[in-house]
């Protein structure tokens, strides 16, 4: 097995542009003025958007892996192991579930489920069969989930309304959600939970291809052929997600379906393999360089991620919070009071809903920065 104190650029880089998607997303200008791929499908087919989430997913697999690849080569037993996992998944869990409370802090309807809170819940139910389990088994895993949760979705009928109706609110998760969650859903649905219970199963395969993947990084196979393997899966994967949106479920992120989860994990890995390769592998000293210069952005973003995605959502909240009185009388958010004057400048409306998003992300960049110029890296 290889060191496992060595730390992946590629790694970083990978995560820092991931976050800086989500950023970029997150925040448009105007919601209703966007262009098709920084929105999310409206729900069957996907976007750039839907490739976000996924990746977070991955790439926590591929951190997972190589940090227990670390830990155990320093003498931590399995249980220590274990422990470590679940105390980092609780602390993620209750960053999101108190981005959630802000502002209202009303526990009686706030959401308990929620992004950060989906890769809590992953990393919880993969630390055992990543620490247990040998990479046969842990396939055997990603392949047992996918055909239950696809039975459940396509055979198991809801009451009132049947088997595999895969309609919004109309699914045997979207049942299960209303049934344990209550009154704890996604406000703008209210039936049903993007990041809902059942969903969840297809969602921790997407974090244990990650885990595969790291494992293979920890091989003693040279680099150059990790790099080939690793694109042949995403390949491999890309085919079968393309099939089964064909012939059984069709491809949707807010239901994470089989197919989503298969096709999104080939993406990652194609993406993961392109900056492993340019930043980790090519024998290019040129060509590593070059790639350094240009990805460095994103590694900075990468050393911080965690801070980086909670910090982001919660200035965007207060942009929505924090209200200044107008000359009328109306209260004006102050984010739409630093939209304004983008708005007013003589570009089409979905170029002024774009530059308020990318100029959002210059100012979280900036942060992230500051806090690498500083060795300021905030670890959970």
């Known amino acids: 097995m290889k060191d496992t104190g060595t730390r992946l650029t590629s790694l970083d880089a990978f995560r820092g542009f991931t976050i800086a998607a989500m950023v970029l997303v997150n925040n448009p200008g105007d919601w209703g003025k966007l262009y098709p791929q920084l929105a999310h499908a409206k729900w069957n087919g996907w976007t750039f ?45 209750l960053i999101g579930f108190a981005l959630n409370l802000i ?14 809170q989906r890769i809590a819940v992953c990393t919880l139910l993969a630390a055992p069969i990543v620490v247990y389990c040998s990479w046969r088994q842990q396939l055997g895993w990603i392949a047992a989930l996918l055909v239950t949760y696809s039975v459940l979705m396509l055979w198991v009928p809801v009451p009132g309304i ?49 885990v595969l993947a790291g494992r293979w990084l920890l091989s ?58 340019l930043l980790d592998v090519t024998p290019s000293a040129a060509l590593r360089e ?3 210069r240009w ?24 942009l929505g919070f924090i209200k200044f009185t107008q000359p009328d009388g109306s209260l004006l958010p102050l984010g739409r009071m630093l939209y304004a004057p983008i708005r007013a400048l003589p570009i089409a409306p979905v170029n002024t809903s774009l530059l308020y998003a990318l100029l959002f992300n210059a100012f979280m ?16």
């Open 49 to 93: 958007t839907d490739t976000i989430f996924p990746f977070f997913l991955f790439i926590g697999g591929v951190s997972m892996a190589l940090s227990l690849g670390r830990l155990a080569a320093a003498g931590f037993d399995k249980p220590t192991l274990l422990r470590k996992l679940a105390v980092r998944a609780l602390l993620i869990f």
């Open 290 to 292: 070059a790639a350094g």
């Open 103 to 116: 502002p209202n802090f009303n526990f009686e309807t706030v959401r308990i489920p929620g992004v950060l």
């Open 220 to 277: 003693n196979t040279p680099r150059s052929e990790q790099t080939v393997w690793l694109l042949l899966a995403g390949l491999v994967l890309l085919a079968l997600g393309s099939i089964l949106d064909a012939i059984l479920m069709p491809i949707n992120k807010s239901l994470w379906t089989s197919s989503y989860c298969l096709l999104m994990s080939g993406w990652a890995l194609l993406a993961f393999a392109a900056f492993y390769w």
């Open 162 to 210: 049947g088997a595999g109706v895969l309609e919004p609110g109309k699914d045997i998760g979207a049942w299960l959600d209303r049934l344990v969650l209550g009154k704890h859903l996604w406000v703008q649905a209210k039936t049903w939970d993007p990041e809902g219970l059942v969903s969840t199963i297809p969602a921790l395969c997407s974090q244990l291809v990650g």
């Open 295 to 318: 990805s460095r952005p994103f590694v900075i973003y990468g050393m911080n991620a965690l801070f980086i995605f909670a910090m982001s959502g919660l200035i965007a909240k207060m």
């Open 365 to 380: 960049f900036g942060i992230a920065w500051i806090m690498w110029r500083n060795k300021w890296f905030v670890k959970v």
